[in-house]
């Protein structure tokens, strides 16, 4: 592979080895992604910070000159949602409410990514406060889908989604409050991972529905979003919901035979034929190796929707009370008393969708809705027992990761139900606390991509990615890139 | 389940959100949709529309609270940059008592 091949297409651990061995200089491979970034007209980056990039690709160079131990990810450029804060960098969440904020101190997952030698380049576009699935929210303008201009990437985390797969980042940090990596993931062909609730820290990702929320990588492939999250996973001290569990450690490859569980759903008529057909086919090869495959029966893919709805609009009705427009963020210049200044700040500083979820959580909190909020909560302990149930026979769980390919730009923004429906496999893992995984399962006969979403068992990430790595070893999915990218 | 007028600008008036009238009518009708959606669909499963539930059965029980012990921090300069009116190192508000005082 000559470096340019190795930089559209290597993984972490080729680029990783180029770099310390001297085929490929930090500061030659940081410029390349530089480039790319300032080259391309897809808006997937919010803001590029060139000369801080560059300046650790040389600290770097020095001290692989000064013959410092080199970290796991040593070289490897990488790009940041921006709803997770690297401190002294702006920190906007796609809102005009944050625009011009800047972090006061670095999130975990940045500090973790750091001490291993990353590179970070810059901040990636969303939907603002990761409230969409198209990154049509965003104040700053929608993400261009890298595999059709015309549609959407997804999201929330569109822009992180488009950045790889359009080759300006070797991998991307999301975060997924029902689905916002995995569905962009789906939608620009590059896999994406919410990890188990709880694994990885959430300290420095701006607060949209807590008991939900997790920062995830998304990549070229399920090989290197293992080593990124045996990064990033772990206990903190800073986050009371992270668990202390083990170190995690990167599995090796396996010949052994998994028990696969399918849901039903994928015969439903709701359910793209080339969705439908792709997985079928994988399934079939998957018969063909050997390995043990069932039909089940999942009868919640319908109610996760409303569920995930009703329960993340509440929690963020609550978080997002914290904007006041005194202390930071947005202020309005048109008042004459305190709460005329809340009320406007918040007005003109919040986008539609953003204070249409507001509302409905805050209705949905009034005493009169109680009966609402208490049934979704019984509902989410419903899907995490049939979940749970599955995984007493299975070892993975399969499902599509969304309905249908990425849909056209302005196609559904004004229908809020039919873009809420692009959760319903994803936001499942949400509610009932799951790992999921989203890899490329080929493109449509109009050259969109697909995705499979890959459920385990909660803290079973290992099997989770002894599994995708499996696929991803017996197909050539996760190496088909847009024709601009080849 | 019905959603009027009074309900939006009720969740406005909580939420600290200025709406005009074009966006009350609006947020009327989503809301309004959204609410009779999810209600029908979660009705399709026969559970009991109720408010008995045991949130300690949930997965907040097992969150690990951490004391609270004061900290100092050492960045208060960056917190003052992000405030849009400071004044002698306070955040800058209008007077709540300006009326009382006339």
């Given at each position: 592979m000559?470096?340019s091949?190795l930089i559209a297409k290597?993984?972490?651990k080729?680029i990783?080895e180029?770099?310390i061995?001297?085929?490929l200089h930090t500061?030659?491979l940081?410029?390349?992604f530089?480039q ?5 007209r897809?808006n997937s980056?919010?803001s ?8 650790r690709a040389?600290?770097?160079d020095?001290k692989l000159?000064?013959?410092g131990?080199?970290?796991?990810l040593?070289?490897?450029p990488y790009?940041?949602?921006?709803n997770i804060?690297?401190k002294?960098?702006?920190?906007t969440?796609a809102?005009?409410?944050?625009k011009?904020?800047?972090?006061t101190y670095?999130?975990?997952v940045i500090?973790r990514?750091n001490d ?5 380049l810059?901040k990636?576009?969303?939907d ?5 699935s198209?990154?049509?929210t ?6 261009l889908n ?6 959407v990437?997804g999201?929330?985390?569109?822009g992180?989604a488009a950045?790889?797969a359009s080759?300006e980042?070797?991998?991307?940090l999301?975060s997924?409050?029902g689905?916002?990596i995995?569905?962009p993931?789906?939608?620009c062909?590059?896999t994406?991972?919410?990890a188990?609730y709880?694994?990885?820290?959430r300290?420095?990702l701006v607060a949209?529905a ?11 492939s399920a090989?290197?979003?293992e080593l ?5 996973s772990?206990f903190?001290?800073k986050d009371t919901?992270?668990k202390?569990i ?6 090796g ?5 998994f028990?696969?569980?399918y849901t ?6 709701e359910i793209?034929p080339?969705?439908?057909g792709n997985?079928?086919s994988?399934l079939?090869?998957?018969k063909?190796e050997?390995?043990n495959i069932?039909?089940?029966a999942?009868?919640?893919s319908?109610h ?12 963020a009705s609550?978080n ?11 202020q309005?210049?048109s008042?004459?008393?305190?709460l005329e200044?809340?009320?406007?700040s918040r007005g003109?500083?919040f986008g539609?969708?953003?204070k ?6 805050t209705?949905i909190?009034m005493a009169?809705?109680n009966a609402?909020?208490t049934s979704?909560?019984k509902?989410?302990?419903l899907?995490r027992?049939?979940?749970?149930n599955?995984f ?12 249908n390919?990425?849909f056209k730009?302005g196609?559904?923004?004004?229908d809020?139900?039919?873009m809420?429906?692009s959760?319903?496999?994803t ?5 009932s606390g ?18 499979m ?7 079973d990430e290992?099997n989770l990615?002894q599994?995708?790595k ?17 | 389940?019905?959603i009027n007028?009074?309900d939006?600008?009720?969740?406005a008036n909580i939420a600290?959100?200025?709406l005009?009238?074009?966006e009350i ?7 309004k949709?959204?609410t009779?959606?999810?209600l029908?669909?979660?009705k399709e ?6 408010t008995d539930f045991?949130f300690n059965?949930?997965s907040?029980?097992?969150t690990?609270?951490r004391?609270d012990i004061p ?13 849009p009116?400071?004044?002698?190192n306070l955040?800058?508000?209008p007077g709540?008592l300006r009326?009382?005082?006339?």
């Open positions: 000559n470096n091949e290597g993984s972490i080729e990783r180029a770099v061995n001297g085929k500061v030659e940081v410029n390349c530089i790319r970034i300032k080259n391309n897809i980056f919010i590029l910070y060139e000369d801080n990039a560059l300046k040389e600290e770097l020095k000159k000064n013959r131990k080199p970290g796991k040593f070289g490897i790009a940041v949602k921006d804060a690297v002294g960098y702006e920190v969440c809102s005009k409410m944050l011009n904020y800047k972090a670095n999130a975990t500090n990514l291993e030698d990353a590179i970070f810059g990636t576009n969303l603002e406060f990761a409230m969409g198209s990154t049509e965003s104040y700053f303008g929608t993400t890298p595999w059709d201009n015309s549609r990437p999201g929330s985390s569109g992180s950045a790889i080759g980042s070797v991998f991307a999301g997924d409050t689905g916002s995995r569905q993931a789906a939608f062909g590059v994406g991972l919410k188990t709880g694994c990885v820290s300290f420095g949209f807590s008991s939900l929320d997790q920062v995830g990588p998304i990549g070229r090989e290197d979003l990124i999250f045996s990064i990033i772990g903190d001290k919901t992270t202390r083990e170190n995690y450690k990167v599995s490859p396996t010949k052994r035979k028990n696969i569980a039903n759903d994928i015969f439903s008529e793209s080339d969705i439908k997985i079928l994988i079939n090869l998957l063909e050997g390995h069932s039909e089940v999942f009868n919640f319908k996760s929707v409303p569920v995930y709805q009703i329960l993340s609009c509440s929690e609550s997002l009370a914290r904007y006041d427009g005194i202390r930071y963020g947005y309005t210049k008042y004459k008393s305190l200044l809340y009320n406007r003109e500083g539609e969708e953003v249409r979820r507001i509302l409905f959580g209705y909190l009169k809705n609402l909020y979704s909560f509902v989410s302990r899907i027992e049939n979940l749970e599955i007493t026979e299975y070892d993975v769980f399969i499902t599509p990761t969304t309905f390919p990425p730009i196609e559904i923004i004004d809020p139900i039919r809420h429906h959760d319903a496999f936001s499942i893992c949400n509610l799951n790992p999921g995984i989203s890899i490329p399962l080929g493109l449509t006969g109009n050259n969109l991509p697909i995705g979403q890959i459920i385990a068992k909660r803290f290992n990615f599994f995708a499996y696929i991803q070893s017996i197909t050539d999915y996760h190496k088909c890139l847009p024709e601009e990218v080849k | 389940m019905e007028r009074e939006i600008k009720k969740s600290k959100i200025y005009t009238q074009d009518s609006k947020y009327m009708i989503d809301l949709d959204m009779e959606e999810f029908d669909t979660l499963l026969n559970i009991s529309l109720d045991d059965t949930t907040l029980k097992y690990n609270l004391q900290d100092n921090f050492n960045n208060i300069e960056t917190i003052y940059k992000n405030a009116k400071i004044k002698n955040f800058v508000v709540i009326e009382n005082k006339k």
